[in-house]
């Protein structure tokens, strides 16, 4: 292995987790979650929150994410059928960019099956060109300070 | 439209309901949730139940459902995020086919988004040949029935 | 079953044919292409002909289309890795609705693995009331007249 | 932003391509291909790739890899309709660890749209634990050597 391999965070470790049903075909022919589902599960537990907080219209906003940068490590299998758990934290706050951690659970445990960073850079929707992160979402950010 | 368009069955109509989670990519660029995710929910709410009864194990039994016919029709648009409700019931129950009718349902309606028929049919897993269903699911079956 | 089963239309019934490489995580754990996986199948290969015919833009139309209705009869199934050719023509053409008829086809063979009814209805992107197809997508639909 | 970020290897660093049309639903709401996709995309290339060498079973083999990390940088947004090319090699080839470097290009570009790091771990089916990479595989990654 070529990667330094810090322990995994706990759920505890996390400022909001979100329950989401696994299905079916998430899972593949080795019998387990594929790991392509992983960065899905994280971007719609990501946009959910993002939602939430009222400060986001994913159709109309002029300054929108994208995500730049993704890294996943996997500890355990996910398994169908059952639910898992996404915990979602803020790694990092810049000007024009956001990094968040995310712990992907079997539903109840508290070790995680995959622990994932998302970086997103805010940019503006017709030139895409890195524009500030807008302050509405700033200030909510708040509430997933680690 | 071809179609006779029969009233859609409400939520009551059902004998079982099962909630999964709406991902982000579930929607498409016209602002909803595209219609082959129905099936998938569907799909996914039909094998979570089917193995919930104890009775099936995706991985080795020796008879496994193939499905024959799907058919979909579509009443409203559901949107991410947000959750789904799935409905099931047994509309036929034959020596070797079985037919599912599905309501999906935005959390909490009572009219439903979209009403869809299942038709398994067993076979042997080897031979892909029809094969009676198994008799434990037969009787686990009458759970869903209308 | 309850289904009447006409004999499958061939490949050369069909007007146009994409094909579309199958991915890893279209195979469920039956060793199969998952069902729901044909309706995303005929959705992207109607949808780039469309888009390819150059009189619709997804993203700024004024009307765009909504699927009412989905058949889909299974005959065969198809494996991962290889492609799907997806072969498409007019079932019907009104005012407002329109009907496709689609063959999956595993790549080269004649049979089906899967045929589909598609049903769109086109409506005001905003009010979501039928509107009349546009005239241009009109005329280029005459390509794939039976 | 956090990381460093080295220049990425354009088409030509890759031993092997396969050409992936992008579907309908690949695309999201901010009308570009969902970051997700990119590792459904290399994961799909490489299990073509390694059922193409002849040299493994995904259904019957004893020792089976499992994904242990993935990262993925973009750089360019991906759009339907269109297909992706996948260029693959080997970054490194442990005793029981395997990592391959993927780039995502846009149908004949030069310059990636993503390029990706996938660690693949080999194990027994049964037991998951750590086992060494099949010498036939081992013999055919030579054709994937940067």
Redesign the interface.
């Known amino acids: 292995?070529?990667?330094p391999r810090p322990a995994p965070l706990t759920r505890d470790a996390y400022r909001h987790l979100?329950?989401?049903?696994l299905?079916?075909?998430d899972?593949?022919?080795?019998?387990h979650v594929?790991?392509?589902?992983h960065?899905?599960?994280v971007?719609?537990a990501i946009?959910?929150w993002v939602?939430?907080t009222g400060t986001a219209d994913?159709?109309h906003d002029p300054v929108?994410p994208?995500?730049?940068?993704?890294?996943?490590?996997?500890f355990a299998?996910l398994d169908?059928?059952g639910a898992a758990e996404i915990g979602l934290r803020v790694?990092?706050l810049?000007t024009t960019?956001l990094?968040y951690e995310a712990g992907i659970f079997a539903e109840g445990a508290g070790e995680p099956a995959a622990q994932l960073l998302f970086?997103h850079?805010y940019v503006d929707r017709v030139t895409?060109r890195p524009a500030p992160i807008p302050p509405a979402l700033r200030a909510a950010l708040a509430a997933l300070a680690p």
Chains 1, 2, 3, 4 share one sequence.
């Open positions: 292995m070529t990667t979100r329950r989401i049903e299905r079916w075909n899972a593949d022919r080795f019998g594929n790991n392509a589902v960065q899905a599960l971007d719609s946009n959910a939602i939430g994913a159709r929108i994208l995500v730049v940068e993704t890294r996943c490590r996997f299998e169908y059928p790694a990092h810049g960019s990094g970086t850079v895409r």
